[in-house]
Nanobody
Framework: QLQLVESGGGLVQPGGSLRLSCVVS????????VGWFRQAPGKEREGLAC????????IYKESVKDRFAVSRDNAKTTVYLQMNNLRPEDTAVYYC???????????????WGRGIQVTVSS
């Protein structure tokens, strides 16, 4: 069964960094791409980054590509989202999700984690 579990969220000051982790069920990255999304209150869910499990190739939302980086570990059990120079507008619930191809479109994703809160505030 395809499962994804996020961790690493919390409260961070503006300008700070966080690394989110998404632990995936066994062999997920042999068949799926894993993406990161976020949803702020009153706003639509937006795709941020996605990594193809087999070859590690990535795509990014243009507005975050200079601050966020997606990666996977060599064991292919965890996908990370490194977030630098965080801003108050980055405050949202962050989700990881799995799709059959690289995408930033939420409807392409077939399984989702429960989400984790990230708050950027002084």
């Amino acid at each position: 069964q395809l499962q994804l579990v996020e961790s690493g969220g919390g409260l961070v000051q503006p300008g700070g960094s966080l690394r989110l982790s998404c632990v995936v069920s066994e062999r997920t990255l042999d068949y799926y791409s894993v993406g990161w999304f976020r949803q702020a209150p009153g706003k639509e869910r937006e795709g941020l980054a996605c990594i193809k499990g087999t070859d590690g190739s990535t795509i990014y939302k243009e507005s975050v590509k200079d601050r966020f980086a997606v990666s996977r570990d060599n064991a292919k059990t965890t996908v990370y989202l490194q977030m630098n120079n965080l801003r108050p507008e980055d405050t949202a619930v962050y989700y990881c999700a799995a799709a059959h191809w690289k995408s930033l479109t939420s409807t392409d994703f077939v399984a989702w984690g429960r989400g984790i809160q990230v708050t950027v505030s002084s």
